[in-house]
């Protein structure tokens, strides 16, 4: 089956009415599974939407009457409805990299796959370190974005691990947590400094735990496939040995710590462990973390070429278990475009990352295909949990709250081409993957922003 | 017989029976090296391309000699790391180069898998002169072919492997290798120069050198690299030598009629003593003669066919993995 996108980000005008000048305008989701993990919603119910806000979730009830132009109906029988998807880790690359990614392709491949916020990385050139890079990328967002993007300062001047940019400056221009994403915070006394100045704000601090001097010039992970294949290693203690400190560290000044995209056993342990202490530490998990090991890497395949890198099987079963007992509060793609410049070279030399905006939905459902989480899991970790590590308002449909939901054709079987992906990138080693579940609609504020449309 | 393969890439991928066709051929270019007159017109017309961006001397002479013998006209381009940075991509370089029409690419590269990427990529045959720490094919088979002068099968041989193993692709084609053949690998070395799950590809473990000699018929000591990392593998060469060097005190314990290979270049007095290096039991110097006849046989097999339409019809490697495009 051929499949073909649509993107509409012009806002449609409401019919006019002549005695009350503009009529609200209206929309209602019929006859879905509605599924909101937050609030124990499961059945079969109608979602309508007013003003761009939920107005009510109902049972579909015989006296139902949608007729008029102010309705914009959306039949969504044998369709499962969950509130918008949030992917708390992006990479947008604008300013700076737009030959990789931009804001406005980067949130149309966002839309495409399902999410209706998106929170996206400060190592742009310049690096989101002023609240004028904010600023500049929130007034982008607000011309080009179908959807929500929420940008994340940098918790370093640079993300240079010396002086901490100033982050109370950053909050106010609209940054919604603090990253160095990408870069370790090598220096620990300059992480204590920056968690203890960040409880002043409440926001998150999310960490890329990496020991640098352990990884070392490593390519990928330090096992059987490295030593086979002669490349260097990562070893799992470079990432276990950060994720200690950065617990540690937050426990000591009672900040909120995020760790991004764990991959090793030992971390969720120590994950699992501070949550049990009352410790306010978050995680996130990636789709491919979760979905290949180290094996994806031979043939030097430097589609497989990740930080950090693609793990052994026990650290997936680990993860697995972690996502299971929710020591994982979040799927997040770090989604990194990168284009055939830093990819179609010698694996030493080719960069870090892969695009996963367009393929996290689908791989997710794939874990619940797999028995490994529940439906509800997969819909908690994309939504409600990602909002709660990151403080956002929204992941659950609350009536008077923005009207973001993703509907989800669930049985719908597709193959990955990477060629027709919305992103400007097309780095993924999922291509020609087949997948059982994708977004057909994304709807923001009461609006469609994605549709699919099957095309024979 | 003729090889299922366009490229030379791997041990890894080569089976028994092309391993050892590769050195009977071997064997016979090898009289021809005795030959007054050293030169066969086989590849004549015939254009290969020694691309190292590496530093060699020893297996880019080997290659260039090996050519030359053959009749085939070889050009040498050594490339320096520093000029890459700024200079065009490897697959630039190798696609310029290929429009050139040459028959055969020798690559040396620092990273693993480069030679890989070059089979993939172009219609002419690739040969890996070494890659990064993953595989040194022609050094392999040239080991096979001298401790094979030596013994008539490798059947049940014990072979030892001293050294920095996680640094060497010598090490990993050996491995892949002697195994094939049948031998018993032990590699001996400190801890930190003995990578994780190398047992997996079929070697034994012993951290002790006396130990390690006890019993063997073959060893190889590799050479090592005083200045490899910022955090060093080793406190110093004294100590290395002390514990991990072959001297004639520690070979009172070895077997009677043990073989002694080194890949080249040597440290004299660290890895090996000069009077082990320059000892009756030293295949040095034979290593190095067989190695261009392994070369000549490389070249022999993979271009020598009547017509280089034939390889283009074949499988490509199957080291490379298929992969988007990006």
Same mark, same amino acid.
């Given at each position: ?36 993990? +937050? ?5 079969? /119910? ?58 406005? %392709? ?35 967002? +607000? ?11 940098? /918790? ?9 940019? &100033?982050? @109370? ?28 100045? %960040? ?33 260097? @290693?990562?070893?799992? +203690? ?5 994720? !200690? ?42 789709? #491919? #973390? ?29 993860? #697995? ?65 990602? !909002?709660?590590?990151?403080? $956002? ?29 919305? %992103? ?6 999922? @291509? ?25 | ?10 041990? &890894?991928?080569?089976?028994?029976? &092309? ?89 040396? #590269? ?16 690739? $040969?890996?002169?070494?890659? @990064? ?21 490798? &059947? ?109 270049? $040597? ?5 090996? %003593? ?53």
């Amino acid at each position: 089956m051929k499949l073909k996108s649509l993107i509409r980000t012009e806002k449609r005008e409401a019919p006019p009415d002549e005695e009350h000048g503009y009529k609200m305008k209206r929309l209602v989701v019929k006859g879905a599974r509605v599924l909101d993990p +937050a609030t124990g919603l499961d059945a079969k /119910l109608n979602i309508i939407a007013m003003g761009g806000r939920f107005a009510s979730i109902r049972p579909p009830h015989e006296d139902d009457n949608y007729e008029g132009a102010e309705w914009d109906v959306v039949e969504a029988e044998g369709l499962l409805v969950v509130p918008g998807l949030i992917d708390i880790h992006t990479h947008l690359r604008e300013p700076g990299f737009e030959y990789k990614e931009d804001i406005e %392709s980067g949130a149309k491949a966002a839309a495409a796959g399902g999410f209706t916020t998106i929170l996206c990385m400060a190592n742009t050139e310049p690096v989101n370190d002023s609240a004028s890079v904010t600023r500049l990328i929130t007034k982008r967002a +607000a011309a080009v974005s179908p959807i929500k993007v929420l940008p994340i300062g940098a /918790l370093t001047k640079g993300l240079e691990g010396r002086a901490l940019s &100033e982050m @109370g400056e950053l909050k106010d221009a609209g940054c919604v947590a603090f990253s160095d994403d990408g870069m370790p915070v090598k220096d620990p006394a300059i992480m204590r400094r920056a968690l203890e100045y %960040s409880t002043s704000l409440n926001l998150p601090v999310i960490s890329h735990a990496e020991e640098p001097a352990l990884t070392g010039g490593g390519v990928m992970n330090e096992g059987v496939v490295s030593t086979r294949m002669g490349l260097k @290693g990562i070893p799992n +203690a470079s990432e276990d040995v950060m994720v !200690a400190r950065d617990i540690a560290l937050a426990e000591l000044t009672g900040a909120r710590l995020h760790i991004a995209h764990v991959s090793t056993r030992g971390a969720v342990d120590l994950i699992r462990a501070a949550k049990a202490r009352g410790a306010k530490v978050t995680c996130e998990a990636a789709p #491919h #973390h979760l979905t290949l090991d180290h094996g994806a890497v031979v043939g030097y395949d430097t589609f497989a070429k990740m930080s950090p890198p693609l793990r052994a099987e026990e650290d997936i079963a680990a993860l #697995h278990a972690a996502l299971k007992d929710g020591t994982i509060d979040a799927i997040a793609t770090d989604h990194a475009p990168h284009s055939s410049i830093e990819k179609d070279v010698e694996f030493d030399a080719a960069a870090n990352g892969i695009v996963g905006l367009e393929t996290a939905l689908g791989l997710t459902l794939g874990l619940v295909g797999d028995g490994i989480i529940s439906l509800a899991q997969a819909v908690t970790l994309l939504t409600s949990g990602p !909002a709660r590590a990151m403080g $956002i308002n929204s992941g659950t449909l609350k009536i008077g709250a923005s009207a973001d939901m993703t509907i989800i054709d669930p049985d719908m079987e597709w193959v990955v081409e990477p060629e027709k992906f919305l %992103s400007k990138s097309r780095n993924t080693p999922y @291509g020609g993957r087949a997948m059982k579940g994708r977004a057909i609609r994304t709807i923001v504020g009461g609006e469609t922003v994605y549709e699919m449309s099957a095309e024979g | 017989m003729k090889l299922k393969r366009k490229d030379l890439l791997s041990i &890894e991928e080569l089976s028994v029976e &092309e391993i050892s066709f590769i050195i009977e051929t071997a064997r016979s270019f090898k009289r021809v090296n005795e030959r007054d007159i050293k030169k066969v017109p086989t590849l004549r017309g015939k254009t290969v391309i020694n691309l190292f961006y590496e530093p060699s001397t020893r297996t880019r002479t080997s290659f260039e000699i090996a050519a030359k013998r053959m009749s085939a006209d070889a050009i040498n381009i050594s490339v320096s790391q520093s000029s890459v940075k700024k200079g065009e991509t490897l697959k630039d370089t190798a696609l310029n180069l290929e429009a050139m029409r040459p028959d055969c690419i020798v690559l040396r #590269h620092a990273s693993s898998g480069a030679p890989a990427m070059l089979a993939e990529l172009l219609d002419c045959s690739v $040969i890996n002169a070494g890659d @990064g720490m993953h595989e040194h094919p022609s050094q392999a088979l040239l080991d096979m072919m001298t401790v094979l002068e030596r013994f008539d099968s490798l &059947e049940g041989l014990n072979i030892t492997i001293v050294g920095d193993v996680s640094h060497s692709r010598v090490a990993r084609s050996n491995i892949y290798g002697f195994n094939k053949l049948g031998a018993n690998v032990t590699l001996c070395g400190p801890p930190t120069m003995i990578p994780h799950g190398i047992e997996e590809m079929g070697a034994t473990v012993e951290y002790d050198l006396d130990r390690a000699i006890r019993g063997a018929d073959v060893i190889m000591m590799l050479r090592i690299q005083l200045e490899r990392d910022r955090v060093p593998l080793f406190p110093t060469a004294r100590e290395y030598a002390d514990r991990y060097g072959l001297n004639l005190k520690r070979l009172k314990g070895a077997k009677e009629g043990l073989l002694i290979l080194h890949p080249g270049p $040597i440290n004299r007095g660290v890895e090996i %003593s000069p009077e082990v290096a320059d000892g009756p039991y030293s295949l040095l110097i034979d290593q190095v003669t067989n190695g261009l006849a392994v070369r000549m046989a490389l070249f022999y097999i993979l271009i020598g066919g009547p017509s280089e339409s034939e390889h283009e019809a074949e499988e490509p490697d199957s080291n490379g993995k298929e992969r988007g495009t990006a």
